[in-house]
């Protein structure tokens, strides 16, 4: 069974621009969550969704945003990206309707470079 | 409200010598507890879990840990580590709130 796959797995903008990044959860899994990896704040939550609708939502401002499809499938975006924002993304698929109960499988990620 | 520490940044151990990370955590509900570990250019990838039952929980690639509720710990031990280890580790907790992960512990293994 194939993993979790993020895409792109690298990405390079400057400050002012947006950014779209997609993972798609493994087959049957509902539940996918995004987190932002960066050296000085560690792993940190962004989103969680479940059958289209965001269940949880981390201390993040409102230029980073989200959605999932009817097929599971995730995309976030951020806008108007800061330097800050450089980092990298990962998200997790689980199969149930609570994924503590359930394992999250990591993407490998996508790296962030904004100049 | 839950909260995860890792003493301890990086750690280094010879080949073949105990690995010990530690982990406490602080949670307002009974807790999942978690152990992760990522290499280089990649996701994470779950080592072990608790989530009920049995205190002594092991895992993948010979490692293991101990919930202790009295001192709200959840260490990470490997009896004999291997080259393959050199890693980071990441202990999470999971109650009301989503996965809070600590800050990791960078393992090195000295040949």
């Known amino acids: 069974k194939a993993g979790v796959t993020q895409t792109p797995r690298y990405l390079i903008k400057t400050r002012g621009q947006q950014v779209t990044l997609s993972c798609s959860p493994i087959?049957?899994?509902?539940?996918v969550s995004w987190y932002q990896q960066t050296p000085g704040q560690g792993l940190q939550f962004l989103f969680e969704y479940f059958s289209e609708t965001q269940r949880n939502k981390g201390n993040f401002p409102g230029r980073f945003s989200g959605r999932q499809f009817s097929n599971s499938r995730s995309e976030m975006n951020v806008s108007t990206l800061e330097l800050g924002d450089s980092a990298l993304y990962l998200c997790?698929?689980?199969?149930?309707?609570?994924?503590?109960?359930?394992?999250?499988?990591f993407g490998p990620g996508t790296r962030l470079t904004v100049l | 409200a839950q909260s995860v520490t890792q003493l301890g940044s990086h750690v280094s151990v010879s080949e073949g010598a105990l690995v010990l990370l530690r982990c406490n955590y602080s949670?307002?509900?009974?807790?999942?507890l978690f152990w992760y570990v990522q290499y280089p250019n990649q996701g994470l990838q779950l080592l072990l879990k608790y989530t009920t039952g049995a205190t002594l929980v092991k895992g993948i690639n010979g490692f293991e840990a101990e919930f202790k509720k009295s001192e709200t710990s959840f260490h990470l031990t490997k009896p004999s580590a291997h080259m393959s280890d050199a890693a980071e580790y990441f202990c999470a907790v999971r109650g009301n709130t989503p996965l809070v992960f600590g800050k990791g512990t960078r393992l090195s293994v000295i040949a």
């Open positions: 997790a698929s689980s199969l149930g309707t609570d994924s503590s109960y359930n394992e999250q499988f």
């Open positions: 949670s307002s509900v009974p807790p999942y």
């Open positions: 087959s049957g899994h509902r539940s």
